[in-house]
């Protein structure tokens, strides 16, 4: 291979180096906009978190009871008890539950919430109601405002 001279080696090095800088600074401007560092995923918690997921294993359990001892589980009690009483337990809750609120007691509104819900499973049970199918409406619902769609319902011609 033939010697190449000192000087002309520097003079490419230079040159390569001074096209070396064009480029960057051509790849400069062309860059796109900076893009936010993805977060890592965080692990998944070894527990189910609490989540309104335990709705639908409520409900699982509750159907799970339905015929069983009543002296055991309150659900069968409930159950055997018939819809009236599980209509009055329901009704029950949702007035304690409401005093709660109107009172402002914060932490007794959260107790007697779980008890309306759990009082309402119990309903859907005996009606043979799945919780999807309320899922189902709420997601129907979703995006229609409350006011939108009184608006739209067909009005009574013999309305006052
Ligand atoms: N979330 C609840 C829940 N919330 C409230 N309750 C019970 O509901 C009852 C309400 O009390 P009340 O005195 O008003 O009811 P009652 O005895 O029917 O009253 P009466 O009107 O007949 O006098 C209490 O016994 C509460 O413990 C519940 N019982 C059960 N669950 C859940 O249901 C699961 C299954 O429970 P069992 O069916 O009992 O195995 C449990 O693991 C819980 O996760």
Known sequence: MPKIPKTTRKND?????GKKSV??????????????AI???PPL???????AEILDRLFNVVVSRKGTDPAISH??????????KIAQKFGEEAVECLIEAVA???????????????????MWVDAGI???????????????????????????????
């Open 45 to 51: 918690p070894a527990e189910p978190a609490a989540t």
């Open 13 to 17: 090095d230079t040159k390569a180096a």
């Open 23 to 36: 480029t960057k600074k051509t790849a400069r401007k062309k860059a796109a906009p900076a893009v936010p």
């Open 130 to 160: 799945h919780p999807s199918d309320v899922w189902s409406e709420l997601t129907r619902r979703q995006g229609t405002s409350g006011i939108a769609e009184k608006a739209a319902r067909p009005r009574d011609p013999l309305a006052v």
């Open 75 to 84: 659900s069968a009690r409930l159950l055997s008890r018939g819809r009236r």
């Open 39 to 41: 977060k890592a995923v």
């Open 104 to 122: 402002g007691n914060a932490e007794e509104l959260i107790g007697e919430s779980a008890d309306v819900l759990y009082h309402l499973i119990v």
